[in-house]
């Protein structure tokens, strides 16, 4: 059996096989991935991001929504906040090291690691809320979203595909993961029509929330590049949900599947 067989073979066993809760396929030993980007707040701000969108209407002048603490990066959405007339936006857009924007390229296998803090007055809305994006430069849509989302009384946190018409992918209950530091990894391979993968995971301590995959997605849906963002994207439709609000990140790091 050649080589590159011997690895497709490997990689078709590990998509049809039941991981324990938290296995990435990186614990299989079908990829090997490489530290390629870590945040450090204190010490980088928020020069590791290419992009800062705080504010782009000039909606609240004067007043800064994203903060690069010591620890911590915050996020604050103010309910007088717009971006255009129906949303509102304070995100950071794609990462770089020393200045350098660290991409990922079609074809291309990355995991994004990180801790995020949601308090209450942060809620899940009809509309749409999204808290992380994959998108690409030029392209209106994204490509997946982590989006807070509210159906009757119940707030859910879910991923969604946006190239297989928004399909959700490991809803959860919102409520049990608020006033404390959830553990976030996303492994996505950026690949055209059924080539692409996702599979994210939520943790409460040592408790696994959420460790949901799926192979066989469309994940690139134009350009050159790809690249995350974070922070609040919500619409205003649901306004009633909406509050002054915050979201907390920490511990970001990017790695790359070598």
């Known amino acids: ?121 942060l809620k899940g809305t009809s509309s749409f809320t999204h808290i992380f994006q994959v998108k690409h430069t030029a392209v209106a849509s994204p490509v997946v979203t982590m989006s807070l989302h ?22 959860t209950n919102l409520a049990p993961l608020r006033n404390k530091w959830i553990d976030v990894e996303i492994e996505i391979k950026v690949a055209d029509g059924s080539g692409g993968r996702l599979r994210y995971s939520l943790k409460d301590g040592g408790s696994t929330i959420v460790n949901a995959s799926r192979s066989g997605v469309d994940t690139w849906l134009g350009g050159d590049q790809a690249h995350p963002k974070w922070g609040i994207y919500r619409s205003i439709n649901d306004s009633g949900q909406l509050q002054d609000t915050y979201l907390l990140l920490r511990n970001m790091k990017a790695y790359r599947d070598e």
Request: aromatic letters at 10%.
């Open 150 to 171: 509210r159906t009757g009384s119940t707030e859910n946190v879910e991923m969604r595909l946006f190239g297989e018409g928004q399909a959700k992918l490991g809803v």
């Open 1 to 121: 059996m050649n080589t590159l067989f011997s690895r497709r073979a490997t990689l078709l066993a590990a998509a049809a096989t039941p991981f324990a809760a938290g296995t990435a396929l990186a614990d299989v030993g079908v990829t090997a991935f490489k530290l390629r980007w870590s945040a450090d707040p204190g010490k980088d701000g928020l020069r590791a991001f290419v992009g800062i969108e705080d504010d782009r209407s000039d909606s609240h002048p004067g007043v800064t929504h994203i903060f690069a603490e010591p620890t911590q990066y915050r996020f604050v959405m103010h309910k007088a906040d717009r971006d255009g007339s129906d949303r509102q936006r304070q995100e950071v857009r794609a990462i770089q090291m020393n200045g350098s924007r660290v991409d990922m390229k079609k074809n291309e296998t990355w995991r994004y690691d990180y801790q995020m803090f949601i308090p209450p007055s």
